[in-house]
Structures are given as structure tokens and as C-alpha cells.
């Protein structure tokens, strides 16, 4: 068993202790920061046993820190560490971290370690010391030393799967938060962690499930109902959004993203003055926050702003694109500057159809085998599009690189103004450091350094897409079993990584990404005329009355029972409340 002391350094390392401990001890390790610190202080006042009463020093401290009163939480670390001796070194360490002092602290831990080599909480810390240096390999670890030393020290488990989310190994994460909840059931960070990876995932309905896992243990957590408030937005649900996302400001008045996804949410309720400010008020706790630009200069365009549309989209361009999704954000953006300088100008542009369409179907690949199905995917899908209304469908079969970018560029012109833009594509795709390609006919791929040179990435498709007034929607039927991957030769980077199927996508505005098969798995490409996904798309397409959620659930479900569950399509993205048909519903005829 771990000792009382080996227990508080726990809570410092993550904030909640992992013993299932009873009244003022559970609320002192487990609660808010305001509770934490008065079900501590009472402890404080009614402990006399050395151990304990610095035990709930710390986890006072703890608390102080949470509330961002770093001299109080100094405070009670030193009276922790005047009441535990044996710790003093260990406990100096957490002050001098706590005063944003990470080297010095270091230099505490490992003179502590010399003494202790086989305590886990010591690595723990170290631990926490690479991950704020950005070392993310060495304090995985120290977390994985951890929990070989203690497999029942819930710290390490947590702390490394946070690590893991940031490196996309978003199954590890998962599965250390799973250790995680199952050595301390009440740990709400946990849980809200947990769903941030399954939201990640595209597991709407496990995310929901430990958002609300999250508030229970705490209610007065902040980011689980913000989280929470953005999956229900996300489901369509925008009513339960903006109550949840009242909670979430109502808690934390600070929290930029809270502000952002209420704006968000309001902007799919096209309540734009609404929306602004709280986009505003987003941008002016966080003057770098990406997403909030992004999203303010949507606002901004549907206004009529125009110039300070593209002064956001500019802010976007002069911030730092450190993740594959901030890069997104960045193409979305010269896009969208791109588009509304257009309107600016008041260019001459042949007034689109209300439905356009690009179609792509690409089987006679040089450098693999030759696929059977894409070409009569893309052309009966082709067909039923052109039956569905669609003023324009553009209809391509094998192009190469050089061809497949001039095309996907002209439909993004064509694209512009329409209700509804749609991109259909069949053919070989592949994932790399997070990011989807398409893989035009002609590529080699002989290295991994040549698929941003001889693809097409899923973003640039998007952006095309973007400028849909209603809905633009991308289809992709190539998660076929990439054969480029086999021979492919590696650089060596470990930050390369080259995975089967294809990537998570996080589409914004009102794009929609169809998967012909979830993230990180392989599609079939069919015995017969045409591949089970595009077979079950075409059989639904065209009834009446199917909105498009229930339109891709209905393919979903068909697709796994034709494939005896191998195979699961997936639809990314949200959209407003706005129902949408690819065919209205049939009109009722009036009673005789």
C-alpha cells in the first residue's frame, strides 16, 4: 500500500487524489478547488498525526494552485514539508515548480531520486517536469517507470495519457484513462479527458456519456459542461448546447472556448449578434485563439462585413500553425480572404447552379494494381446526382496529379455562392502525421517525403467546399488497403507516421466529411459492380424525405451488415438545424 505521503504527491502531479477516501478526505482530494480548499482546511484544523496534516497541506496547496494563489499554496507546502521531513527535498521540488521554476525543481527531484531511485512518485514528477519542457518522449517515460514501480498509482496513468492524446495515439490514451477511472472511480478530469479522446475518435455518444460522468463527480466543472454543450451542438441539439454552455460561463466567466462554441452554436441558430460577442469575447481573453477568428470572420462575411471578415482570416495567417488542424485552419483561411476579396472587387462570376457537383473516379492507377470498382461508382454516382437537380455535375475518371489539382481549383470557382457543394471521390487514399490525401493516378509514392508532392490533401478539398452557403459535403470512397504502403520507403522521421485507412477530419463551418470507412481502418473495394459503400449510398440517396444525417446512418448501417461488420462508413462534422435533402420530402396531398 502507498503511504500517506505517496499519496499527496499524486495530487499535485494531476489535481485529484486516487484513494477512495471519506467526507472532508474525498472532497479535500477529489473536489473543485473552492471545495478542496475548505474541506482541507477544516482537516487542517482537526488533524494532529504529522503525516496527514501534511497530506492536507498539500492538497490544499493544491487547490491554492488550481485558484491560481501560488504564495498561500507556497504556504502549506512548506508547512507539508516541516510536518513530513522525510519528504523535505521532494516537497521543495513541488514549490520551486510551482513558482515556475521547472530546472530547479528537476535538480530537487533527482537528488530526492538518489535516495529513493524506486519511488514512483518521484518519476512521476520528473515526469511532469519533461512534459513542460516538451519533451514528451522522456516523460512517457518516466509516467511508464511510474506505474511499472506502482501499477495502482492513478497520477502516471493520467498524466500519460494526456501525452498520448497530444501525440494522436488517441487508443493509448483511452486505454490509460480507462486505468485511470477504474483505480479512482469519482476522478471527473479523468472522464472529461477521456471524452475530449473519444470526441477526437468521433465517438459522439461515449464522449456524451463521460461529459456527463465528469459533472457528476464535479459539478462545478467548467470544461466538462463547455464539452459537453459542444457535442450536443454538434448532434443538432442546440438548445442543450446553450444550456450547457450557460453552465460553463456561468462557472468560469474566463473561458474562451466556452464563449467560442456558444458562439458557435449561434451561429448554426443564425443568431449572428449573438454570436459575435461572444466570438468577441473569446478573441479578447485569448487574442491568439485560432478557432475564434475563424469563426468570427464567418460571422463577419454573413454580416456583410467584408473587411473585417478578411482582417480576421489575416490574424489566422500570422499565428503559428503548430497542429495538422491549425494548418487547416490556415487554407481555410487564404481561402475564404481569397473569395471575399473577390466579392470585394465585384468580379464577374457566372451565377453558379443552387447544386453543384465534382466527381472523381480513379481505378487505372500506374504504379499498383488496377482498382475494378471507381469508375462505375463515380459514374452511377454521377447519374443519380444529375437526377437529384444538380445543375452542374462535373465528371472526371483518372486523372493524374497535375490534372486532378487543375480540376478540384476550377469547381472551387464554380463552388462559389452555390446552396450545395459536393465532391465525390473513388479511388486510393492514405493518412499521414494526421492528415488525409487523395492519390491521383500517376503517384509513385516511393517515399514518405513525396505524398504532400504527389497527392492531393483532404483539406484542400474542404476548402473548395467551404464557400457553400448551405452545405458542402465531401464524400470519400478510398479507404481502400493503400498498396504504396508497403514499399514505401521511410525517412527515418518518427515524426512521420504513415497509418493505415485514412485520418480524424474536424471539418468547419458547413462541411461535412463521409468516410467510406472510420478513421484508421480499411474499406472493401467489392465484388461486384460497385464497392458496399457507394452500393448503399446509391440505394438511398434518392429516397424522399431523408435528411442527410439519417441518409449516411441508413448507409452506415447497410454497409455493415453487408460486410458482416468489417466495415463502419462515418459522417465528420456538424451542421445547423436546417434539415437538408438531396430529395425533398414528397409534398402531401390535400384530403378529398
Same mark, same amino acid.
Given at each position: 500500500?502507498?503511504?500517506?505521503?505517496?499519496?499527496?504527491?499524486?495530487?499535485?502531479?494531476?489535481?485529484?487524489?486516487?484513494?477512495?477516501?471519506?467526507?472532508?478526505?474525498?472532497?479535500?482530494?477529489?473536489?473543485?478547488?473552492?471545495? =478542496?480548499?475548505?474541506?482541507? %482546511?477544516?482537516?487542517?484544523?482537526?488533524?494532529?498525526?504529522?503525516?496527514?496534516?501534511?497530506?492536507?497541506? @498539500?492538497?490544499?496547496?493544491?487547490?491554492?494552485?488550481?485558484?491560481? $494563489?501560488?504564495?498561500?499554496?507556497?504556504?502549506?507546502?512548506?508547512?507539508?514539508?516541516?510536518?513530513?521531513?522525510?519528504?523535505?527535498?521532494?516537497?521543495?521540488?513541488?514549490?520551486?515548480?510551482?513558482?515556475?521554476?521547472?530546472?530547479?525543481?528537476?535538480?530537487?527531484?533527482?537528488?530526492?531520486?538518489?535516495?529513493?531511485?524506486?519511488?514512483?512518485?518521484?518519476?512521476?514528477?520528473?515526469?511532469?517536469?519533461?512534459?513542460?519542457?516538451?519533451?514528451?518522449?522522456?516523460?512517457?517515460?518516466?509516467?511508464?517507470?511510474?506505474?511499472?514501480?506502482?501499477?495502482?498509482?492513478?497520477?502516471?496513468?493520467?498524466?500519460?495519457?494526456?501525452?498520448?492524446?497530444?501525440?494522436?495515439?488517441?487508443?493509448?490514451?483511452?486505454?490509460?484513462?480507462?486505468?485511470?477511472?477504474?483505480?479512482?472511480?469519482?476522478?471527473?478530469?479523468?472522464?472529461?479527458?477521456?471524452?475530449?479522446?473519444?470526441?477526437?475518435?468521433?465517438?459522439?455518444?461515449?464522449?456524451?456519456?463521460?461529459?456527463?460522468?465528469?459533472?457528476?463527480?464535479?459539478?462545478?466543472?467548467?470544461?466538462?459542461? %463547455?464539452? =459537453?454543450?459542444?457535442?450536443?451542438?454538434?448532434?443538432?441539439?442546440?438548445?442543450?448546447?446553450?444550456?450547457?454552455?450557460?453552465?460553463?460561463?456561468?462557472?468560469?466567466?474566463?473561458?474562451?472556448?466556452?464563449?467560442?462554441?456558444?458562439?458557435?452554436?449561434?451561429?448554426?441558430?443564425?443568431?449572428?449578434?449573438?454570436?459575435?460577442?461572444? *466570438?468577441?469575447?473569446?478573441?479578447?481573453?485569448?487574442?491568439?485563439?485560432?478557432?475564434?477568428? *475563424?469563426?468570427?470572420?464567418?460571422?463577419?462575411?454573413?454580416?456583410?462585413?467584408?473587411?473585417?471578415?478578411?482582417?480576421?482570416?489575416?490574424?489566422?495567417?500570422?499565428?503559428?500553425?503548430?497542429?495538422?488542424?491549425?494548418?487547416?485552419?490556415?487554407?481555410?483561411?487564404?481561402?475564404?480572404?481569397?473569395?471575399?476579396?473577390?466579392?470585394?472587387?465585384?468580379?464577374?462570376?457566372?451565377?453558379?447552379?443552387?447544386?453543384?457537383?465534382?466527381? @472523381?473516379?480513379?481505378?487505372?492507377?500506374?504504379?499498383?494494381?488496377?482498382?475494378?470498382?471507381?469508375? /462505375?461508382?463515380?459514374? %452511377?454516382?454521377?447519374?443519380?446526382?444529375?437526377?437529384?437537380?444538380?445543375?452542374?455535375? @462535373?465528371?472526371?475518371?483518372?486523372?493524374?496529379?497535375?490534372?486532378?489539382?487543375?480540376?478540384?481549383?476550377?469547381?472551387?470557382?464554380?463552388?462559389?455562392?452555390?446552396?450545395?457543394?459536393?465532391?465525390?471521390?473513388?479511388?486510393?487514399?492514405?493518412?499521414?502525421?494526421?492528415?488525409?490525401?487523395?492519390?491521383?493516378?500517376?503517384?509513385?509514392?516511393? =517515399?514518405?517525403?513525396?505524398?504532400?508532392?504527389?497527392?492531393?490533401?483532404?483539406?484542400?478539398?474542404?476548402?473548395?467546399?467551404?464557400?457553400?452557403?448551405? *452545405?458542402?459535403?465531401?464524400?470519400?470512397?478510398?479507404?481502400?488497403?493503400?498498396?504504396?504502403?508497403?514499399?514505401?520507403?521511410?525517412?527515418?522521421?518518427?515524426?512521420?507516421?504513415?497509418?493505415?485507412? *485514412?485520418?480524424?477530419?474536424?471539418?468547419?463551418? /458547413?462541411?461535412?466529411?463521409?468516410?467510406?470507412?472510420?478513421?484508421?481502418?480499411?474499406?472493401?473495394?467489392?465484388?461486384?459492380?460497385?464497392?458496399?459503400?457507394?452500393?448503399?449510398?446509391?440505394?438511398?440517396?434518392?429516397?424522399?424525405?431523408?435528411?442527410?444525417?439519417?441518409?449516411?446512418?441508413?448507409?452506415? $448501417?447497410?454497409?455493415?451488415?453487408?460486410?458482416?461488420?468489417?466495415?463502419?462508413?462515418?459522417?465528420?462534422?456538424?451542421?445547423?438545424?436546417?434539415?437538408?435533402?438531396?430529395?425533398?420530402?414528397?409534398?402531401?396531398?390535400?384530403?378529398?
Amino acid at each position: 500500500m502507498r503511504s500517506a505521503v505517496r499519496i499527496a504527491a499524486a495530487a499535485i502531479a494531476i489535481g485529484v487524489c486516487a484513494s477512495a477516501l471519506a467526507g472532508d478526505w474525498e472532497e479535500c482530494s477529489l473536489s473543485t478547488p473552492d471545495f =478542496r480548499v475548505s474541506a482541507c %482546511s477544516r482537516l487542517i484544523k482537526e488533524t494532529t498525526e504529522p503525516k496527514k496534516l501534511a497530506l492536507a497541506h @498539500i492538497y490544499r496547496a493544491n487547490g491554492f494552485v488550481s485558484r491560481g $494563489d501560488k504564495d498561500r499554496a507556497t504556504k502549506d507546502f512548506a508547512e507539508a514539508a516541516a510536518k513530513d521531513p522525510d519528504r523535505k527535498t521532494y516537497i521543495e521540488g513541488l514549490i520551486l515548480a510551482t513558482e515556475g521554476h521547472p530546472d530547479e525543481a528537476f535538480v530537487k527531484y533527482e537528488q530526492a531520486l538518489t535516495a529513493s531511485p524506486n519511488d514512483p512518485l518521484l518519476h512521476n514528477s520528473l515526469g511532469n517536469v519533461f512534459s513542460s519542457k516538451g519533451d514528451r518522449a522522456k516523460a512517457i517515460s518516466s509516467y511508464s517507470k511510474a506505474v511499472e514501480l506502482d501499477p495502482t498509482y492513478v497520477a502516471p496513468y493520467s498524466n500519460r495519457a494526456h501525452l498520448h492524446y497530444l501525440n494522436g495515439n488517441l487508443d493509448g490514451a483511452i486505454a490509460d484513462f480507462d486505468k485511470a477511472v477504474a483505480l479512482s472511480p469519482r476522478f471527473a478530469l479523468a472522464y472529461n479527458r477521456r471524452g475530449i479522446a473519444h470526441s477526437a475518435k468521433g465517438e459522439r455518444d461515449k464522449a456524451l456519456a463521460d461529459y456527463s460522468k465528469a459533472i457528476e463527480f464535479d459539478p462545478k466543472l467548467a470544461a466538462g459542461y %463547455s464539452n =459537453r454543450g459542444n457535442i450536443y451542438g454538434s448532434r443538432g441539439e442546440l438548445e442543450r448546447a446553450i444550456t450547457d454552455l450557460d453552465v460553463s460561463i456561468l462557472l468560469d466567466p474566463k473561458f474562451s472556448l466556452a464563449y467560442n462554441n456558444r458562439g458557435n452554436v449561434y451561429i448554426k441558430k443564425d443568431e449572428l449578434d449573438r454570436a459575435l460577442a461572444d *466570438l468577441n469575447q473569446a478573441i479578447e481573453l485569448e487574442p491568439k485563439f485560432q478557432l475564434a477568428y *475563424l469563426n468570427r470572420g464567418l460571422v463577419y462575411e454573413k454580416k456583410g462585413q467584408q473587411d473585417r471578415a478578411i482582417a480576421d482570416y489575416r490574424a489566422i495567417l500570422e499565428l503559428p500553425a503548430i497542429s495538422h488542424t491549425d494548418q487547416q485552419r490556415q487554407e481555410i483561411a487564404r481561402q475564404r480572404i481569397a473569395r471575399v476579396s473577390q466579392a470585394q472587387r465585384g468580379a464577374s462570376i457566372v451565377a453558379p447552379p443552387k447544386r453543384v457537383a465534382l466527381v @472523381i473516379g480513379n481505378s487505372a492507377y500506374v504504379h499498383s494494381g488496377k482498382l475494378t470498382n471507381p469508375a /462505375n461508382d463515380a459514374r %452511377s454516382m454521377a447519374e443519380a446526382l444529375r437526377r437529384l437537380d444538380f445543375g452542374e455535375v @462535373i465528371e472526371r475518371y483518372d486523372l493524374s496529379r497535375e490534372a486532378m489539382g487543375q480540376l478540384i481549383k476550377e469547381f472551387g470557382d464554380r463552388a462559389e455562392g452555390a446552396e450545395w457543394a459536393v465532391v465525390f471521390f473513388a479511388g486510393h487514399g492514405m493518412e499521414m502525421n494526421g492528415v488525409t490525401y487523395l492519390i491521383p493516378t500517376d503517384a509513385k509514392l516511393a =517515399r514518405d517525403t513525396h505524398v504532400a508532392d504527389e497527392t492531393i490533401s483532404l483539406t484542400s478539398v474542404q476548402t473548395k467546399v467551404d464557400s457553400a452557403t448551405k *452545405l458542402g459535403l465531401v464524400i470519400l470512397d478510398s479507404c481502400r488497403n493503400n498498396p504504396f504502403l508497403s514499399r514505401m520507403a521511410r525517412s527515418g522521421n518518427v515524426s512521420r507516421s504513415v497509418e493505415r485507412g *485514412l485520418a480524424i477530419v474536424e471539418p468547419e463551418g /458547413n462541411v461535412l466529411v463521409a468516410y467510406s470507412a472510420k478513421h484508421g481502418t480499411t474499406a472493401e473495394d467489392g465484388a461486384g459492380v460497385h464497392s458496399p459503400f457507394t452500393e448503399a449510398l446509391l440505394s438511398y440517396i434518392e429516397e424522399p424525405g431523408l435528411e442527410i444525417n439519417f441518409l449516411f446512418r441508413k448507409v452506415r $448501417d447497410e454497409v455493415r451488415k453487408k460486410t458482416d461488420r468489417r466495415q463502419e462508413p462515418f459522417l465528420y462534422g456538424s451542421l445547423s438545424s436546417e434539415p437538408l435533402y438531396f430529395k425533398e420530402p414528397k409534398a402531401e396531398v390535400a384530403a378529398k
